[in-house]
């Protein structure tokens, strides 16, 4: 399918591997010139090059916290007319709920909740003058369905999900469309950093938290990066035009709900 976005450009933040690296490598294959960013700039130039050399785009680096002011304005000095934007950042860590206080919640809203709005506001704008403009937010599954060891995620990303529920039905008219994308577990370096503490805790290898895993998900297995970029893809091509804050669960139906 011919997505229909070939010459436009992304900012795909958090992107030098794993969910972020997949819809960096979907919309570069569709065509899109790309602002990637990461903390690290080792595996940020990697990725980058591997794409330009694949796909023959276009391919801006800023090696920068997307989670704190001073990273924010480098990646957006950049990315700056951009017509699609992916947020995305590292997840909060695992523990029990009373494990945290303020300046953990603060940090996880930073990152989780605080730093997407701000980019959606420096950024929407312009899309809005323009006419057209995509924005896909990278939350979790546990927006949808509490994980319970990842309090600090939960309460961080359903935020954000009641910030584009009400945004995206403002901005839908001029073009410009918000979606979040939920995933479920997915085979990065994030699933693995979660899978540790259970092996550990269980006395078991990491293959055999991974094997557990899949036996509780419906699909039997981990999803792909290459499975989640497709979706993001998709949700900022032009024929989506008519999604407006959804929340789209990519879970192989790991989450038991019939809606
Ligand atoms: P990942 O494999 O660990 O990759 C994270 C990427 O984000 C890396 O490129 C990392 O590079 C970058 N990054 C992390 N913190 C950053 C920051 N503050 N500023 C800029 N870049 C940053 O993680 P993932 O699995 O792709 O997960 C992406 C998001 O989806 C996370 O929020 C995660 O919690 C959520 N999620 C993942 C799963 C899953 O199963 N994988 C499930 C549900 C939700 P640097 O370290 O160099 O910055």
């Avoid at 972020?20 to 790309?34: F, H, I, P, Q, S």
């Avoid at 990315?79 to 940090?107: C, S, Y």
Wanted: include cysteine; glycine fraction near 12%; hydrophobic fraction near 45%.
């Amino acid at each position: 399918m011919d997505l229909g976005i070939k010459g436009k450009r992304a900012l795909v933040c958090a992107s030098s591997k794993g969910l972020g690296l997949g819809c960096a490598e979907a919309l570069a294959a569709a065509g899109v010139d790309l602002v990637m960013n990461a903390r690290g700039s080792e595996a940020l130039e990697a990725a980058a090059q591997a794409i330009r050399d694949a796909h023959g785009v276009e391919v801006v680096t800023v090696a920068a916290d997307i989670t704190t002011e001073a990273g924010r304005a480098a990646v957006l000095e950049k990315a700056q007319g951009v017509d699609i934007l992916v947020t995305n950042a590292g997840g909060p860590p695992p523990g029990m709920w009373h494990d945290w206080d303020r300046e953990d919640f603060i940090k996880a809203l930073d990152a989780n909740m605080l730093t997407p709005i701000a980019l959606i506001k420096a950024l929407v704008p312009g899309m809005m003058e323009r006419g057209w403009g995509r924005v896909v937010n990278i939350t979790s599954q546990s927006v949808k369905a509490p994980i319970p060891t990842l309090g600090l995620s939960n309460a961080a990303r359903t935020g954000l999900t009641g910030y584009v529920a009400g945004t995206s039905r403002q901005v839908a008219s001029r073009g410009v469309n918000i979606n979040n994308l939920l995933p479920g577990i997915h085979a990065t370096d994030r699933a693995e950093a979660l899978d540790g503490p259970v092996a550990k805790r269980e006395g078991i290898t990491l293959e055999e938290a991974r094997a557990r895993r899949s036996a509780t998900i419906p699909a039997g297995r981990y999803g792909t990066r290459e499975e989640f970029g497709a979706a993001c893809a998709f949700l900022c091509s032009v024929h989506a035009g008519f999604i407006v804050g959804q929340n789209i669960l990519l879970d192989g139906g790991g989450t038991n709900a019939t809606i």
